[in-house]
């Protein structure tokens, strides 16, 4: 397993990869997974309170997601699955997006082509081949770009999964497969998944796999930026398993306490990712507790914001879904959308 920075906040190196960050580039990495780790917070919150119909929380994962979104490039094209709120906020989505889904108003309130950030696939498996066949696209187009495609380790039980390892295989598409091994596919453990780990599958379709520590920011970074080169160079897709773990339910919808011991939660504390960068920087003299009350205020803002932007989100009009079914005009749309608004103005009339 590659690791770059223990769980005491040790710097450690590894000979095949490398990373040289400045300062500021470290510090920026614990402000994203901190300001990640509140907004999620704050929409379990928002569900709490009926605000959110459902909300999917990444907390323990911090360091996998801003890991890999920060290595990759701007013009690189990311598919998640329906977690990766800290890659959308790498990607410049607005938490208050990707709750507009969750609360109900919206099948996806961000534009994929201004971020480069597909919308979330609830649907397990099937990313992997939207996924692929992008990259195939790019491939035949001679794009300078990698396509990154996450998913989780329950994922791995789909065949969508393996069909899309062949294809990307075959056709060597530029694509890295990120699995976020977070050892429960809800309440099912990971032993009663998968004989072998996750990142040794690639080999048997012809293309490397790694495994790195998904608690460790560093190393997340260092081999998403390696992985995402070895797609752009025409070297093929990869796949990497970020071994980490889900310290919060599946979802808001999920009681973990019914199937997870308490002691497992508490050992996987002792490696939380922000806590580990936090003492790296601390040791290092790279930040004072000016710096991270600093961040601790960023946070309470970004909270406030998605209080404020979720609870003033306006209902959608019942006839708004029309819109969205084409690019264009369409005939027989346009006149379902008619009979619909006719029904409508009916009942508002009655």
Not at 16 to 28: F, I
Not at 255 to 278: N, Q, S, V
Request: aromatic letters at 10%; a negative charge; proline letters at 5%.
């Amino acid at each position: 397993m590659i690791q770059l920075l223990t769980p005491d906040g040790e710097r450690v190196d590894h000979p095949d990869y490398p990373l040289d960050l400045t300062p500021d580039e470290l510090r920026g990495l614990f402000r994203d997974m901190v300001l990640t780790r509140r907004f999620d917070g704050e929409a379990t919150s928002l569900q709490r309170q009926g605000e959110l119909a459902l909300w999917v929380s990444l907390l323990g994962q911090e360091a996998a997601q801003i890991g890999s979104g920060r290595a990759i490039r701007a013009a690189d094209h990311v598919f998640p699955s329906y977690r990766e709120h800290g890659v959308a906020w790498c990607r410049g989505v607005d938490p208050i997006d990707l709750m507009g889904m969750y609360r109900g108003v919206t099948n996806g309130g961000w534009d994929p082509a201004e971020h480069n950030f597909h919308l979330y696939t609830i649907v397990i498996g099937p990313v992997a081949l939207h996924a692929t066949g992008y990259a195939m696209g790019v491939a035949k187009d001679g794009a300078d770009m990698a396509v990154m495609c996450y998913f989780g380790e329950g994922g791995g039980s789909q065949g969508d999964l393996s069909e899309a390892f062949n294809f990307a295989a075959v056709n060597n598409a530029p694509v890295v497969f990120f699995c976020q091994n977070n050892q429960w596919s809800i309440s099912t453990p990971f032993a009663k998944q998968s004989r072998v780990p996750i990142f040794q599958r690639a080999a048997g379709f012809g293309f490397p796999g790694v495994r790195v520590d998904g608690n460790d920011v560093l190393a997340c970074m260092a081999v998403t930026k390696a992985a995402a080169e070895h797609a752009r160079s025409n070297g093929g897709p990869m796949l990497i398993e970020a071994l980490t773990y889900r310290m919060a339910a599946h979802a808001t919808s999920d009681d973990p306490t019914r199937y997870r011991i308490a002691e497992e939660g508490a050992e996987w504390e002792l490696k939380d990712p922000i806590h580990r960068l936090k003492t790296y920087l601390i040791n290092e003299r790279l930040a004072d507790d000016t710096y991270f009350a600093d961040v601790e205020d960023e946070a309470d803002e970004l909270a406030v914001h998605v209080r404020e932007g979720v609870r003033s989100m306006p209902n959608p009009h019942p006839a708004e879904f029309f819109d969205h079914v084409y690019a264009g005009e369409h005939a027989l749309i346009d006149e379902e959308r008619a009979e619909f608004e006719a029904y409508l103005a009916s009942i508002e009339g009655a």
